[in-house]
């Protein structure tokens, strides 16, 4: 007999059709959150053994076998130490028998070894995929990974470029001579091996948009990551992302490479703008580029006029290497080329 399975937002089966589409006795099924099935509802019709988030389940044994390691749903656990710690920025993942960080309305765990949080649209685990530079822990929809990961890639261009101008300190850094390095070298380098985390923070806790945390936790973020919270993915969200969002990232890594090389650049502006009152400093009361390449909220991504902020949209600047044609914006840019290699380096250093 021809049969359909049904699955929901997890993937778990919860339902059985026929050929014709008639539902097949007894076969619907739903789950407590760690996967106990539910009393009168345990899908006793349901034909097959890929039950709770599609894993396959021993039912005389009471686990589930998730390929690395079985897993109890009546326990909420592992019943053997992973041997992997996926996450170490992550204090729930150090717990070596927890099931998805103790998330697991949301999250699944494909191989026993890695909870996965965002999918495509073949169901595929896309955190685990190699295509992106950075992962993604929270929901977030396709098009606003890969406008994050356009953002990673023209931030990797610009580095590489860099690196690339100074080949003898780039072979004390890096394994791979004389051969320049690939945009995503750069951006590994300079951001840590670990693939950069992008994490959207539902619910409210930042308020406005994104943070950086590199060296810092708070907030609902976990030191090692750039958090965006509810607002760019409600209303108008995506049409705004898709637009600036891109230069939002740019900016975001800007401030990423300030605190990974000891925050050295924005007291390097500080320092400058004392030494040298002519060097442009952001008007905040009006919308004078002051050298950018054009106004808030494009090529400027906030109007603060701190050190830190104005180092990040200038980052921008130089990333794309777009400058407003005045005085102001040679000064800006000339200021950038000239000390973003020591930046650079100090990043790298911070691994
Ligand atoms: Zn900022």
Known sequence: MLTYLHGDHLGSASLAT???????TDSDTRYYPYGVTRPGLAGTGLPTDRRFTGQR??????????????????????????????????????NRYAYVLGNPLRLVDPS??????????????????????VRFLGGWGGDYMVAVQSGAEKVGAALADALNGSARERRAWIATGDRPVTAQEAFQLVYGNNRLVFRHIEGDPIAGWAETHLDWAGNGCYRGEICYDESIFIGSGLAS???????????????????????????????????????PHRDPTNQDPSGYAGLYFGWQQTRVATAGEEFADMFLGWTYNRWDASASGATRSGWMSANMPRWIALAVAGD
């Open 18 to 24: 026929d050929a014709s589409g008639a539902k097949i």
């Open 241 to 279: 992302f898709q637009r600036w969002g891109l230069h939002n990232v740019v900016h975001e890594l800007g401030h990423g490479i300030d605190q990974r090389g000891g925050r050295q650049a924005r007291a390097d502006l500080a320092a400058e703008w004392t030494a040298n009152p002519d060097f």
């Open 57 to 94: 389940e021993e039912p005389s044994l009471g686990f589930y076998d998730y390929g690395a390691r079985p897993y109890a749903p009546a326990l909420g656990r592992f019943l053997q130490a992973d041997t992997l710690v996926p996450d170490p920025g992550n204090p729930q993942s150090l």
């Open 112 to 133: 026993g070894h890695k909870y996965c949080d965002s999918f495509d649209a073949n169901g595929r685990c896309v955190s685990e995929n190699e295509a992106f530079w």
